[in-house]
């Protein structure tokens, strides 16, 4: 099975698992498959090391946005919350399992940041919106909620691909690459 396949089906059924998990109160379901998705990435890796630099980075981002519009009062999430105004343990595992996407599925996209600009900006509020039709997420202020989403995802998925590529820990690159 190649790379891009087994890519593919991890970061779908973790994500299903996430969702599903979190809208109908199994928070730590979806936490528990992104880890079973991650160790498959990184055992698939030629520099597991980036990847996981990588996974990290784009978790501290992912939590750090989702958070804030928490703050703002754009969000709720009705299950696996740890502490108030942050983001529930299954939202952060589902960044970390985007990030094992960048440097397999969404490869093509990096050299595309405009495009992944777009894509991030339509993609990005259409999956929230998604989530809040079964219960995973509730848009408190829809259109502030999705015209904020829409600007932070146009920002970040081009800022993330970028990471990606310089942290990318699945192509095999000579040494002289790493420095």
Do not use: C
Not at 127 to 142: C, M, N, Q, R, W
Request: glycine content about 10%; cysteine-free.
């Amino acid at each position: 099975m190649t790379n891009l396949l087994i890519n593919l089906i991890a970061f779908k059924l973790a994500w299903l698992s996430s969702v599903l998990g979190g809208a109908n109160g199994l928070p730590l379901l979806g936490p528990a498959a992104v880890l079973v998705a991650i160790v498959i990435h990184l055992r698939r890796a030629h520099d597991p090391s980036r990847e996981l630099m990588l996974i990290a980075a784009t978790g501290i981002v992912g939590i750090s946005v989702d958070s804030a519009m928490i703050s703002a009062g754009l969000l709720a999430y009705p299950s696996g919350t740890l502490f108030a105004g942050l983001s529930p343990l299954w939202i952060l595992g589902m960044w970390m399992l985007f990030a094992t996407t960048f440097n397999v599925s969404f490869r093509w996209l990096q050299s595309r940041i405009a495009l992944a600009g777009v894509m991030g900006a339509i993609f990005g509020p259409v999956s929230y919106y998604s989530g809040a039709k079964i219960g995973a997420v509730t848009l408190i202020d829809p259109m502030a909620a999705m015209i904020a989403l829409t600007v932070s995802w146009g920002l970040m998925l081009p800022g993330l691909l970028l990471l990606a590529r310089r942290l990318d820990g699945v192509t095999l690159k000579p040494a002289s690459d790493f420095v």
